[in-house]
């Protein structure tokens, strides 16, 4: 049993992590936590099928991912590629010139952590239709690379990159709409666009 | 060496660590020369970070890892 206490104790430092994406697929914590508690009684039955050696946060997210997809029914392997609008380039940073600067007046890394609140940055991944928002999740949140994902989605590396790209501009579209509902936003300082 | 349009186009695969080194280094070169495209490249790195930083800001719900060890050492017992 040595191997399997050593999973445990390996495995738990990931679970605060698995839980944040977890609820972020899931969007409620009940549901995240069994999807966890699931993915760790996997990861455990599956013990013997684990290299040692191998890298085991993105075997665990791995399992997360295929568990959440089967169980939710996701549409993931035969997405709808369109049940996301096509959001112009550089979205947001073509659009910083109509944010208040009088809100705006720490260094630009701050600035962007208090431009917009962990509710709007949560609430814009999580609108985001699931053949976009795990992707996102695993590469912005969980820093895993293109192949990693396209591993775990068993999808093409083309895929992973497109469905990153259009997820991103969406959310950042998303981003910049709840800055407006608050009043950070007057659209006439931007240049008028050809 | 890449042009402003190559590097805006790449800056995302840049960020990611996808790019070959070489690439990645000829991006690099036309950032430190552009200071349109650094600050764009800066724009979405600290995005990136904001990003990352406000959607792990989770508080674990009470108990939890406790029940997700108990959940295990059930397994263990065959009483799942
Ligand atoms: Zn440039």
Redesign the interface.
């Known amino acids: 049993?040595g191997a399997?206490e050593d999973f445990?104790n390996d495995a738990?430092q990931y679970?605060?992590?698995l839980?944040?994406t977890a609820?972020?697929m899931t969007r409620n914590?009940a549901d995240a936590?069994d999807l966890?508690?699931e993915t760790?009684?996997k990861g455990?039955?599956a013990f013997d099928s684990y290299q040692q050696g191998t890298n085991l946060r993105a075997w665990l997210f791995r399992i997360m991912t295929n568990t959440f997809i089967n169980k939710y029914n996701s549409q993931q392997r035969r997405p709808q590629e369109t049940e996301l609008d096509d959001v112009e380039?550089?979205f947001?940073?073509r659009r910083?010139g109509a944010f208040d600067q009088s809100k705006m007046n720490q260094s630009?890394?701050d600035?962007?952590?208090e431009?917009?609140?962990?509710e709007?940055?949560?609430n814009a991944?999580e609108s985001l239709p699931e053949t976009f928002r795990i992707p996102v999740?695993l590469?912005?949140?969980e820093?895993f690379?293109?192949k990693e994902i396209a591993e775990m989605l068993e999808v093409p590396i083309g895929t992973v990159?497109s469905r990153?790209?259009r997820g991103?501009k969406a959310?950042?579209k998303m981003l910049y709409e709840y800055a407006k509902e608050r009043g950070l936003v007057d659209e006439s300082l931007l240049d008028p666009q050809d | 060496m890449a042009d402003c349009q190559e590097t805006?186009n790449e800056l995302?695969?840049y960020l990611?660590?996808?790019l070959s080194e070489g690439r990645a280094n000829e991006i690099i070169t036309h950032l430190k020369g552009c200071t349109d495209c650094q600050g764009?490249y800066?724009?979405?790195a600290?995005?990136?970070?904001?990003?990352?930083?406000?959607?792990?800001?989770?508080e674990?719900?009470e108990g939890?890892?406790d029940?997700?060890?108990d959940?295990?050492g059930d397994?263990?017992l065959g009483n799942d």
């Open positions: 049993m399997r445990t738990m679970a605060p992590q839980f944040a609820l972020r914590r936590e966890v508690q760790f009684l455990w039955r380039e550089l947001l940073f910083m630009a890394e600035q962007m952590l431009l917009f609140t962990d709007e940055v949560k991944i999740l590469s912005d949140v820093g690379s293109y990159m990153l790209h991103r959310m950042q | 805006l995302e695969s990611d660590s996808e764009a800066e724009f979405h600290d995005l990136r970070t904001a990003i990352k930083t406000k959607a792990t800001n989770e674990l719900p939890f890892l029940r997700l060890r959940c295990l397994d263990v």
